[in-house]
Nanobody
Framework: RVQVVESGGGLVQAGESLRLSCVIS????????MAWFRQVPGKQREGVAC????????????PVKGRFTISLHNPENRSFLEMSMQMKNIGPADSAMYFC????????????????WGQGTQVTVSS
């Protein structure tokens, strides 16, 4: 079965950096785009960054452009994917539960599209 496991969340101060990691195992044989989404209580889940199945195509939501970098570390392994997101100059507005997701198709930041989701990792930024 497919397992999606995020790690790296925590409590940080504004202006600091943080690196989130995600490992997805057990995927059926296909090309998967991977993405990070985030959600705060009372608000809709929003796309943060995504990376295409080859690890080259990358898209970012406007609020994180220039500060977050998404990377796919082993695109040649279609059943076991490792992804990370380096977050720099984090601010209180970045506080949220961050979710890793995979989609058997092209990269998208639409939260309705992923096929698999992780349980999330909490990022809390103090000012």
């Amino acid at each position: 079965r497919v397992q999606v496991v995020e790690s790296g969340g925590g409590l940080v101060q504004a202006g600091e950096s943080l690196r989130l990691s995600c490992v997805i195992s057990g995927l059926p044989d296909y090309d998967y785009a991977m993405a990070w989404f985030r959600q705060v209580p009372g608000k809709q889940r929003e796309g943060v960054a995504c990376v295409g199945w080859a690890g080259e195509a990358k898209y970012y939501a406007d609020p994180v452009k220039g500060r977050f970098t998404i990377s796919l570390h082993n695109p040649e392994n279609r059943s076991f994917l490792e992804m990370s997101m380096q977050m720099k100059n984090i601010g209180p507005a970045d506080s949220a539960m961050y979710f890793c997701a995979a989609r058997a198709s092209y990269c998208t930041l639409d939260p309705k599209e992923p096929d698999y989701w992780g349980q999330g990792t909490q990022v809390t930024v103090s000012s």
